[in-house]
């Protein structure tokens, strides 16, 4: 089984992690320089984590678990105007990012409001590449509960946050909700705020944990980091991406940061050892987000072999 | 501790709602510099309905800004001299002193110092009206307060106070006299 874990030091001898990571067999998912410090986030396998963390140790560099690394969160307000940003969407968006997800703000066009707020398709769609979402709304009960309409079919679990308590039997659709996260206009510093943020983290990682169960009870015929890897070392142009990540990866597949049009046959060509392209075991769709690559691999009960 | 002498909101049935709305108004008005110029501050809010009313009394008028406000004025070779500690309003001092002394006549050596070509001293000349910038910022500040979604507005400034309500439905009178009562009634207690 592999573990996520966060390596965080200087930039001098990093490479000796990285190493490890590829003689291991394990997966660099992320790798964010800043200046002479450098944040990895990689998947381990379990049995040789005492390996790495010794030459961590070594390195004076530190080892954290990322319970939430290998996925993607939306977080998503009903607009971007001053009114919900920045301070909560964002301490929101970032506390999330230090556990290892790929977090992405995302602001409805009429969400606002207890009797028109509303929610389109392509909206729908686009949370729905997610593995999980988090609506933050506000501080008022009556417009928390009206709001149900926004999130009511997304497919992903949505975890919802507001000011006031409310027992989670009223939002009979939401798969947990947070309260004291309501509309403030202050940054997140207080301990109280701060432990807020820390039962999203662990109401994501539940829901998230939910849906590794529901995979493993059919599972996917590669694993995403799998795929990522033969993305990188097949398609040399996604180092050339202008994105801080050229590919996220989901629970169920990834996103590839490429265009559509211009990059999916060579896409669907991937090749693995075992003798099988990308397009005869994942679904390779444009992305709702800048017209990427969506790939969503598909389980074993559709293709009928695991490698 | 609050820097206004009243700061009551009162939101039935949703306590949790009105405390935290008491923050995000003493936040934003905190953030845009606004609470020494009120004295007292009212909400009332019927989230059913839905409507969000805001009643303020201001503390007295604001003098108009003059350039002996904005830093030290003292008397050089050639002129004088005016050593800006406020650069908040520079722009308007400018155009100010430009206007008066024109172009030629105002030196900018550096970045906080003016040199105006002048024998009588510049000190009383009007910057700036901040009685105008002050409503323009209250009135920014009370969209930022509202709840979003409450789109339909209306606004009743005077010299003594404004009076602010924001609805998703339609502003009817009957709505308007509904909120000034309630406001009134808290006023009162």
């Not at chain 1, 009429?110 to 686009?126: P, S």
């Not at chain 1, 003798?275 to 005869?280: C, K, P």
Request: charged share 30%; with cysteine.
């Amino acid at each position: 089984m592999l573990e996520p874990v966060m390596f965080k030091g200087g930039v001098y001898k990093h490479d000796l992690v990285l190493e490890l990571v590829e003689d291991l067999g394990g997966y660099v998912l992320q790798r964010n320089v800043t200046q002479a410090e450098i944040i990895l986030l990689l998947l381990i396998p379990s049995n040789d984590m005492t390996t790495l963390e010794s030459l961590v140790k070594e390195l004076r560099g530190e080892l954290t678990r990322a319970p939430l690394a290998g996925t993607e969160v939306a977080v998503v307000t009903p607009t971007l105007a001053i009114h919900h940003l920045p301070h909560v969407a964002c301490d929101v968006a970032e506390y999330l990012r230090r556990f290892g997800t790929k977090s992405n703000m995302i602001g409805m066009a009429r969400g606002v409001g207890k009797k028109i707020a509303q929610i389109n398709e392509f909206e729908m769609d686009l949370i729905n590449e997610h593995d999980a979402a988090v609506f933050l709304f506000g501080n008022f009960i009556d417009c928390i509960l009206g709001k149900e309409k926004l999130y009511r079919n997304i497919e992903v679990p949505v975890i919802v946050t507001g000011g006031p308590e409310i027992p989670k039997e009223d939002l009979p659709y939401a798969f947990e909700y947070v309260s004291t996260v309501g509309r403030q206009a202050h940054r997140s510093r207080k301990a109280s705020e701060i432990a807020s943020l820390d039962k999203i983290v662990a109401a994501v990682g539940r829901a998230l944990d939910g849906m590794r169960k529901e995979i493993e009870m059919d599972p996917l015929t590669t694993s995403p980091p799998r795929v990522m890897n033969a993305v990188r070392e097949q398609i040399p142009d996604i180092e050339r991406s202008f994105s801080p990540l050229p590919i996220a990866l989901n629970l169920n597949g990834c996103r590839i940061k490429l265009p559509y049009d211009e990059y999916s046959r060579e896409v669907e060509k991937i090749a693995f050892d075992e003798g099988v392209t990308l397009a005869e075991i994942a679904r390779i769709t444009p992305s709702k987000m800048k017209n990427y690559i969506v790939v969503r691999i598909l389980p074993m009960s559709e293709t009928g072999f695991v490698f | 501790m609050d820097t206004l002498e009243v700061v009551a909101v009162e939101v039935p049935g949703e306590d949790y709602g009105a405390e935290k709305y008491r923050e995000i108004l003493l936040d934003i008005l905190q953030d845009l510099g606004l609470y020494k110029s009120i004295g007292r501050i009212y909400i009332y809010s019927d989230i059913k309905r839905p409507y969000f009313a805001i009643y303020g009394l201001f503390r007295g008028s604001l003098p108009p800004l003059k350039v002996r406000d904005m830093g030290d004025v003292t008397q050089v070779d050639g002129g004088y001299q005016i050593q800006v500690e406020e650069e908040q309003h520079m722009d308007d001092l400018l155009k100010v002193l430009w206007a008066k002394y024109g172009r030629e006549g105002v030196d900018q050596p550096d970045r906080d110092i003016l040199i105006v070509a002048t024998e009588s001293s510049p000190e009383d000349l009007v910057v700036t009206d901040i009685e105008v910038e002050f409503r323009q910022d209250l009135v920014d500040a009370l969209g930022r307060i509202t709840p979003e979604g409450f789109r339909n507005r209306r606004n009743e400034m005077n010299e003594e106070g404004f009076f602010f309500l924001a609805s998703e439905e339609t502003i009817v009178p009957k709505l308007i006299d509904e909120a000034k009562e309630q406001i009134r009634r808290m006023a009162d207690a």
